[in-house]
């Protein structure tokens, strides 16, 4: 008799189970709907972004001083670029703070940490763009102060890229919820992982 009531507690819970993901999907459906052309417009931004840092790179080989490269006016290209992946960024959050309403809390997808780690990125990537504007222009001789400011720039890219990524990255909890799996499911495989390792 327990074999039959685990039998059928193993159906009751996969019903419930393919219910729950069938509305989850749904609104994982939306949700890409939604931010595919925040995607799309932020991937153009990013490879707009590495033209950019290639053009710098170019400069330097060519022979012109690290100065030369930081004056040249593409700093300020760099900050509108930036200012334009924040913007999506921000449209981001919004559509994924909508997407966590539509989910129970039970969801794999239910990641409200997410939330305050993504705005807490795009507070100091927007605070690092506005700096670019209080960047004084590098003398001509100072090419230590020039080559560190170049750095800067180009680990400022790397970071406004990664925002871009992030848009892809929150949905790998998409297959675990394909599987059928909780949060909680998810959390105690990662508690096994660990105590084995």
Known sequence: MTFAKYVAVTILMAGLSINAYAD???AMLEFDAKVRPIAQRSQLLSDMQVKLMDDFNQMAEAGKSASAVFNSGK???LQLLGNETLIEANLFVAEFEHFLAQLPE???CYLPEKVT???GMITQLTQANKALSNVPEIAD???LGAAMAL????MHAGQLSSLVQMFQLVKTCYMPEA???T???VERMKAEDKQDN
């Open 141 to 143: 001789g100072d090419e």
């Open 24 to 26: 989850n999907r749904a």
């Open 179 to 181: 599987m059928g799996l």
């Open 183 to 185: 949060k909680e499911d």
């Open 117 to 119: 780690e993504y705005q």
């Open 106 to 108: 039970t969801s794999t």
């Open 75 to 77: 700093v300020q290209q």
């Open 151 to 154: 750095l800067n720039l180009q």
